[in-house]
């Protein structure tokens, strides 16, 4: 075992220095706050990432330094475990206690004794892949990053200005090359490559969807569109818009997936471009949610979030299986969070398997491993489709009786391809609903009569102190503070068809109130009453209670 480098991590720790008055944390999205505080947290994730893959033997790790949907100056970085998935949990302790260690020396002695608790064999190699998304503070940042990836030694790949899930995309690439798993070539192109020609082979015959708007919240999406337009052709004619990528202040202002799902409206910016009937999608800052849209012939907004495209996909899947003859060994569950719309919670769990796990993709993706095919969404539009290994063997080993059983099976195997498994990606889902579209030959219109959405209404509560409020059953439900939870039971017991809960955020320093309810003007009515409750019995001041609070 070597020792730590200890001289020349202190010379460039003190290069960082951790702002005395900030306390960080490695929360649902990694560390994310004003870009201008992140430059120590920045050099000691670099250094964090070093020693993730000494101790994973030399694999490959990613960071990713991007804040998706928050504002632009805004920032963040969360680290990509090798097989393309977020950081294992128990890290995330390790790097909000790294994170906050006040100096230099600080920071190293915590840092020897994290190696030594956790037996990390130094002279291992280290290996670290990132990436960073379209927002001004990010030079900086990835700067300091690299500083703290040289400070452990480690070897590191600049993958440039990319999306999130390329980034995710690029670990497993990496790490599985040569492997009989080996899961595309290791580039940006490799992987458009990869989606481009699974959705040719999957829409190969069914007549050509209409042009389709994609509004690039002008992120980084709007790079990798571009690109993807390229290779797709006329195969599925793309027009990104909000493609401002350095336009000051433009970054999901306006636009984008997040602003979509949240408001509940057009971007503004769309409105004297679609057409009614005419199909579009919104992706956030770092492309790795989706939300559809349309207006009916009166123009009437209608949206088709995450749980929309689950339940579309979902219905897909399994009739290709029953069509390939595999219905009796690949099964098809769902992972939902509270978020999810109590109509689609309905309609899907009438036909699937269904399970409710905490808000972030982490708890999600884990929770649609334990299924043959597991479909997870959250409603905000992040999410994917995740074939188990046994399924993938399944599909390559079957032999199918018919041709017609042979060329569900080809339809099957193809999705794979276009489906990201590492983590959800706004375009590889958008190539996806757009192949189920295809297949069924749904309009907009047709896919949206799938179910009836609830009215529903998001609301945030700035309070005093948010790691007072702790939920269970999947954050449904307030043990703390005290007495809450059964105030917020008598409420919402009024209301017709009504739901609520009340969770801290894991991003923002807020707590959401989330509500729905048969009527809009009730669903309305019982959020702000729910959000008016929580305010005032965490001591909110009365002086500075937004109006809006019932
Ligand atoms: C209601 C909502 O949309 N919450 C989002 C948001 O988490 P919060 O913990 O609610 O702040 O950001 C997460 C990371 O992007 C995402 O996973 C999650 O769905
Ligand atoms: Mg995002």
Redesign the pocket.
Known sequence: MSALPVDSLKSLADLHPKPSHLTFQY???GFRTLGSVLDSVMFRVGVLAGLRSKKLDGKTIGVMVTA??NPEPDNGVKLVDPRGEMLENAWEVHATTLANAPTTDAFVEALSAFVKALKIDLSKPARVVYARDTRPSGPALVSALEDGIKAIGAEGRDAGVTTTPVLHYLVRAINTKGTPEEYGEDSEEGYLNKLTAAFKKLVAGKPASPPLIVDCANGVGAKIAAKLSESLGDTLRLIPVNTATTTPEALNNSCGA?YV??SQKLPPSLASQLKAGQRACSL?GDA??LIYYYLDDRSKFHMLDGDKIAALVAAFVVDLTKAAGLESQIKVGIVQ?A?ANGGSTKYLSERLPVKCVP???KHLHHAAEKYDVGVYF???G?GTVLFSPESLKTLSSHQPSTPAQSTALNYLVQLTNVINQTVGDGLSDMLLVEVVLAHKAYSGEEWDSLYVDLPNR?VKVVVANRNIFKTEDAERRLVSPPGLQTKIDELVRRYNGGRTFV??????D?V?V?AEAIVRSQADELAFRIAGLVYDETGGDPARRPVEFL
Request: charged share 30%; no cysteine.
């Open positions: 929360g649902t999205a998706s949907h997040d799902k949240t956030d790795d949610r969070t978020y808000t972030g993709v959250e409603a905000n992040h998001l969770r801290p955020s894991g991003t923002e807020v959401r989330y």
